[in-house]
């Protein structure tokens, strides 16, 4: 297996963006502020997603899943609702405002490709077909940095069975909405939009595949990926497609949007490795969001127990960027 290890060495966290485009802590700061101002003018952040808009509201809060367990504490819910990437809104972490321009109603999901039958399905009925609990995953970035937190929503694996894919179906590609009107980063025409990430099809129905559809016990806010993301904790964030619209089932390995921009830097993949540096940073440790931490990463996420098995024929390929 070719795995590039690299010394250890610290980056400064300026550095520590999937592009070039640096996140600067201030400005996060004074962004921050400028929404509390916004709030006691009137407008209130979406953390609550309590709004009319929500998309099967009533199935929150989901019965908990014993299964999954954290091993460390819960992000703060105000941390993680307002500390996003989500570039179709803006290219730094604070777009919780920019991202309440997202229309959630109607929202059709497409599944198709390698399918018996096509099927068209409004997001909202597709989730009431789901099998939908709650799960604690962690969540690591590929800046280095990470998250724990509790998401509600269903495994990816009964989505794949319901649309009944042909047996030569290989992978999974999953794409974003494409609405430049709605989300002005998608104006940037240098980015390849619409976001694209997939999975294998054993990847997809690996128990802790899931997509998610709320957090904290309510429906997605929109700055985290309404009305349905993907949730994959031990793959590096970028991995985790929000907002979805489509399902395709393909035999050929779809290209990502990170790869597509800097293939020598961002993999299909993307499984974490503290051993495997990224090209500019090591992955050797992570910040813990909201909590001034650094705490060493563990090899895939600390979920090597569930997911290890599904590399174990893959020595060639660059498993871990
Ligand atoms: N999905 C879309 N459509 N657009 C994005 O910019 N960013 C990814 C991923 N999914 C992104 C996306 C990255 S880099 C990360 S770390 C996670 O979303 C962040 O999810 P969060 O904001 O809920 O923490």
């Given at each position: 297996m070719l795995i590039k290890r690299r010394r250890g060495w610290e980056l400064p966290?300026?550095?520590?963006?999937?592009?070039?485009?640096f996140f600067d802590r201030r400005k996060l700061l004074l962004g921050m502020g400028a929404a509390g101002i916004a709030a006691s003018a009137g407008w209130r952040p979406a953390w609550g997603a309590t709004d009319a808009a929500a998309v099967a509201a009533d199935l929150y809060p989901a019965k908990r899943n014993p299964a999954y367990e954290l091993g460390r504490d819960m992000t703060e819910e105000k941390v993680a609702t307002s500390y996003n990437n989500f570039y179709e809104f803006g290219t730094s972490k604070n777009i919780v405002k920019p991202a309440q321009a997202l229309t959630l109603k109607p929202w059709q999901v497409k599944i198709d490709g390698m399918v018996a039958k096509d099927i068209t399905i409004d997001a909202e009925d597709l989730i009431r077909k789901m099998p939908v609990d709650e799960r604690l995953y962690r969540h690591r970035c590929v800046e280095a940095w990470s998250m724990a937190v509790p998401w509600t929503g269903f495994p990816l694996r009964a989505l794949v069975d319901f649309a009944a894919?042909?047996?030569?179906?290989k992978y999974l590609k999953m794409e974003t909405f494409s609405r430049p009107q709605e989300a002005s980063g998608q104006k940037q025409f240098w980015y390849p939009w619409p976001y694209t990430e997939g999975l294998t099809i054993e990847e997809a129905r690996n128990e802790l595949a899931y997509i998610a559809t709320g957090i904290y016990g309510k429906p997605m806010p929109k700055q985290n990926g309404a009305p349905l993301r993907l949730a994959v904790?031990?793959?590096?964030?970028?991995?985790?497609?929000?907002?979805?619209?489509r399902f395709t089932f393909t035999d050929k390995r779809p290209k990502t949007f990170w790869e597509a921009l800097q293939d020598g830097e961002y993999g299909f993949w993307a499984n974490v490795n503290p051993m495997v540096a990224h090209p500019r940073w090591s992955q050797a440790t992570e910040e813990v969001i909201g909590t001034g931490k650094r705490i060493p990463t563990q090899i895939y996420n600390g979920y090597g127990e569930q997911v290890a098995e599904l590399y174990k024929n893959l020595g060639s390929e660059k498993l871990f960027m």
């Open positions: 966290e300026s550095q520590a963006t999937p592009e070039a485009v894919p042909m047996s030569g179906a904790p031990w793959k590096y964030g970028f991995k985790s497609v929000k907002s979805i619209v």
